[in-house]
């Protein structure tokens, strides 16, 4: 199994940016598709953003869309996602993951390595 840390959480205004980043060891980098996932005080954790295994594909819920983009380097065994015009409601613990299944999937089950997660706090 692959080893995930997170890194990049922090506290920014409404309106602002924040690239999160995930090292990955332990593991065939390529070999996984990557996710971002969050979770909410008092909420169930949700699905943030899928990259595929070679980059090319991506996929996102419609509350991020337009706004979040996740991209990875193989090279460097990094996955990143970048969040900008940023809104209080962003505001969660935001884990990395990955996933070996061959078909496309959201759900957190489908995941089978994790990072601890880091915390990002938007204020209004």
């Known amino acids: 199994q692959v080893q995930l840390v997170e890194s990049g959480g922090g506290l920014v205004q409404a309106g602002g940016s924040l690239r999160l980043s995930c090292a990955a060891s332990?593991?065939?980098?390529?070999?996984?598709?990557m996710g971002w996932f969050r979770q909410a005080p008092g909420k169930e954790r949700e699905f943030v953003a899928r990259v595929s295994r070679s980059g090319t594909r991506t996929y996102y819920p419609d509350s991020v869309k337009g706004r979040f983009t996740i991209s990875r380097d193989n090279a460097k065994n990094t996955v990143y996602l970048q969040m900008n015009r940023l809104k209080p409601e962003d505001t969660a613990v935001y884990y990395c993951?990955?996933?070996?299944?061959?078909?496309?999937?959201?759900?957190?089950?489908?995941?089978?390595?994790w990072g601890q997660g880091t915390q990002v706090t938007v204020s209004s």
């Open positions: 993951a990955a996933s070996r299944l061959l078909t496309i999937s959201y759900a957190e089950a489908d995941f089978g390595s």
């Open positions: 332990g593991g065939t980098f390529s070999s996984y598709a």
